[in-house]
C-alpha cells in the first residue's frame, strides 16, 4: 500500500515547469486519498487558474506516480477552492523567497 509520506516523496520530483519548484513545497497538493485497493486520488491545485502548464503538470503527476509499485488507479482532481495562495508553500521554499512573515 502507498503511504502518503512515499506518494508526497514522488511528486517532489514533479516541477511546476514556469516556476522551477516542485508542486509539494510550492502548496499546490491539497489531498491524498488512498482506498483498500491502492487506488489513489490527488486534490491539487495550480498557482493560477490561468496557469498555462497545468495539463503538463498533470501528466507529470501521472507519469511519476507510475513509478510506485502497488499503485493501481490514478485520480487527480483539479481544485481552485481554496484557491493558491504563498502561504501555502512550505516554509524553506517561503524563506527562499524571503516570504516568512506569511
Given at each position: 500500500?502507498?503511504?502518503d509520506?512515499?506518494?508526497r516523496?514522488a511528486l ?6 514556469e516556476l ?6 510550492l502548496?499546490?497538493i ?6 483498500k ?8 491545485s495550480?498557482?493560477?487558474?490561468a496557469?498555462p502548464e497545468?495539463?503538463?503538470i498533470e501528466k507529470?503527476?501521472?507519469d ?11 485520480k487527480?482532481?483539479l ?7 504563498m ?9 527562499e523567497f524571503?516570504?516568512l512573515?506569511i
Amino acid at each position: 500500500m502507498a503511504t502518503d509520506q512515499e506518494i508526497r516523496k514522488a511528486l517532489k520530483d514533479v516541477k511546476d515547469p514556469e516556476l522551477g519548484y516542485n508542486i509539494v513545497d510550492l502548496g499546490l497538493i491539497y489531498e491524498i486519498i488512498t482506498d483498500k485497493l491502492n487506488n489513489i486520488t490527488i486534490r491539487y491545485s495550480l498557482t493560477s487558474p490561468a496557469c498555462p502548464e497545468g495539463a503538463t503538470i498533470e501528466k507529470n503527476m501521472r507519469d511519476r506516480l507510475r513509478l510506485i509499485d502497488g499503485i493501481k488507479e490514478i485520480k487527480t482532481e483539479l481544485t481552485f477552492t481554496p484557491a493558491w495562495t504563498m502561504e501555502k508553500m512550505s516554509e524553506e521554499l517561503r524563506a527562499e523567497f524571503g516570504l516568512l512573515g506569511i
